[in-house]
């Protein structure tokens, strides 16, 4: 996993996001989905955060005609989403390769690289970036422990790694007083 930290995050209390719909070059967007509620779930898993409801992100992303999965919005709009969700942060993703490749034991496992970015509402600048790329067969300890065999399995330990690492650097829900 590679993590940048392309400026500090600022000094308040961390509480509303939105999640947007990740993107991916391919026709299979519901893949991308997946892979976004997946990072939800791991994150709210991970603290009392406020997620805004797909719905309202996906009504905007029609009034900005853009289609969910194509393309994540330019600066302008993610400071007008920010603003009109009243957040402080909005996550996006890009899955740069999502399927199975074989391994040494010739099955097929899943693979899964995607990018994360952790942006400042208010000013629709790039915070954080995250970046993971895995194999299912890259945890083996012995025999078939500790394979993973699925995209979601695997998008859920990718996200868990990367929710440590914003944790690490302070990422942490402060919604109850």
Not at 19 to 41: C, D, G, K, R, W
Not at 83 to 110: A, C, F, W
Not at 148 to 166: K, Y
Request: glycine share 6%; hydrophobic share 40%.
């Amino acid at each position: 996993m590679q993590f940048h930290k392309l400026r500090p995050l600022p000094e308040q209390k961390i509480c509303r996001l939105a999640i947007l719909p990740f993107t991916i070059n391919a026709e299979t967007s519901y893949l991308a989905m997946t892979v976004a509620h997946v990072f939800q779930a791991v994150l709210a898993a991970n603290g009392d955060y406020e997620f805004i409801q797909e719905g309202d992100i996906i009504e905007l992303f029609r009034q900005f005609k853009i289609i969910p999965g194509s393309r994540q919005p330019r600066i302008e709009e993610m400071q007008i989403i920010g603003n009109y969700l009243n957040v402080q942060y909005l996550i996006t993703g890009h899955i740069l390769k999502i399927g199975t490749e074989m391994s040494e034991d010739r099955r097929d496992y899943p693979v899964l690289a995607f990018k994360l970015s952790l942006i400042e509402a208010a000013t629709g600048e790039t915070v954080w970036t995250s970046y993971s790329r895995k194999k299912g067969d890259e945890k083996r300890v012995v025999l078939h422990f500790g394979l993973i065999n699925s995209s979601t399995q695997l998008a859920g330990l990718m996200a868990q790694e990367i929710i440590s690492q914003w944790t690490a650097e302070g990422f942490t829900a402060q919604c109850i007083e």
